[in-house]
């Protein structure tokens, strides 16, 4: 069987109901169970008929809305991560610096982010750095700790080859240390990359002064008891978050074709 062939066959395969079929009938159960319950607890939960009427009459409302937040997670997330992994790249070349850092990114992991929002709308203001240093804040040590272990993970053998030519600590770094961290990195993103979503919107919601966004939209029909608004945006988070998700996917798999 020649390479193009086989790569048909594998492009074809995801038009196979054997691969979508099961996610659709876990589809449609979740639908029926959404309606079951949306009619037993109305105060909960709305119909997702209102929940498409109120998406098909706003259109570009939410849109508008899932952009700022989806900026906001972008920028946020971006910071986060060249932050990150420049850290992740002194703590593994430098052990002092690790024994330093580390412990300080725990204390921050462990620290209830969102009680903090406060003071950074003190410090920064009502405009977007509050929302974006929060956002920068969760996401960070998923991919410290991930990018930090990726680049210790080196076969020794190799590792031994790349030594025994003398080869510089840049060029250890540069050509071994990142190309093996890669999986590494990849398995980071696909977990903030989701996580940036959730962070930019927790940020509106708590950081003072947000005059738009997903979460100031869940804010606003909240206060008017717009239940179908509400799980309208909550909606458009879960595909936004689900879109990061399958972009960071397509892109390792690109990637990384290597170890696929």
Request: aromatic share 10%.
């Amino acid at each position: 069987m020649s390479t193009s062939t086989r790569l048909w066959r594998r492009r074809l395969h995801f038009l196979s109901p054997v691969w979508w079929g099961p996610a659709a009938v876990m589809v449609v159960v979740l639908g029926v169970l959404w309606q079951w319950a949306a009619g037993k607890w109305p105060y909960l939960l709305s119909p997702l008929g209102q929940i498409v009427t109120v998406l098909k009459e706003q259109p570009h409302y939410f849109l508008t809305s899932a952009w700022i937040t989806l900026r906001e997670a972008l920028i946020g997330l971006g910071i986060g991560f060249v932050v990150a992994f420049v850290l992740a790249i002194i703590i593994s070349e430098l052990p002092v610096a690790r024994r330093a850092i580390m412990p300080v990114a725990v204390v921050l992991n462990v620290t209830p982010l969102v009680a903090i929002a406060p003071a950074l709308v003190i410090a920064f203001g009502f405009g977007p750095a509050p929302k974006l240093i929060l956002t920068s804040l969760i996401c960070f040590f998923p991919i410290l700790i991930n990018t930090a272990a990726g680049l210790r993970t080196v076969p020794k053998p190799v590792l031994q080859v790349y030594q025994s030519v003398d080869a510089s600590r840049w060029e250890l770094l540069r050509h071994l240390r990142i190309p093996s961290s890669l999986p590494y990195v990849f398995a980071a993103l696909q977990i903030v990359f989701p996580l940036s979503i959730v962070g930019a919107f927790v940020a509106e919601l708590t950081a003072a002064g947000s005059s738009a966004g997903l979460g100031t939209t869940i804010q606003q029909a909240q206060s008017m008891n717009h239940l179908s608004t509400v799980w309208a945006a909550i909606f458009v988070l879960a595909l936004m978050g689900s879109l990061l998700l399958l972009l960071v996917t397509i892109v390792e798999r690109r990637v990384l074709r290597w170890t696929h």
